[in-house]
């Protein structure tokens, strides 16, 4: 393979670990989320405890709502988790895809200095055609 397909390559692959690593980091915020959102309604529901003992009927039902959501809050987080291990797992599958490139450039002597080269030439997927 010519290294300037090897180059092409290794920037693409480098792209789909980009686009990985954003996807995680999309994941973790959504744990975050959701985990303060269910800190949030845990909080407020002490403290509708503390001030509201008189409106018993209408604190009952509060609960009830408040309880629903939690519960609502906390399933998708067990599929975020899932989504987040997927999105990991392609990560390093990926990596390794980007580290194999990488080694086929070593192997044909391309350096950094001919990638970063390549890269300020403005060389990119859509301008090298077969």
Request: charged share 30%; with cysteine; aromatic share 6%.
């Amino acid at each position: 393979m010519p290294p300037e397909d090897i180059k092409v390559a290794v920037a693409a692959q480098y792209a789909t670990c980009e686009k990985l690593h954003h996807l995680i980091v999309t994941r973790l915020w959504q744990v975050e989320e959701a985990s303060r959102w269910t800190n949030f309604l845990n909080q407020s529901l002490g403290t509708l405890k503390k001030r509201h003992e008189v409106a018993e009927d209408g604190l009952r039902a509060w609960i009830e709502n408040t309880q629903k959501e939690c519960a609502e809050i906390s399933k998708p987080t067990s599929s975020v988790t899932t989504n987040l291990l997927k999105a990991k797992e392609s990560l390093y599958s990926g990596q390794s895809k980007y580290e194999d490139l990488e080694g086929l450039l070593i192997a044909h002597g391309v350096t950094d200095e001919d990638l970063t080269m390549a890269n300020e030439s403005g060389e990119d997927s859509e301008s090298v055609k077969d």
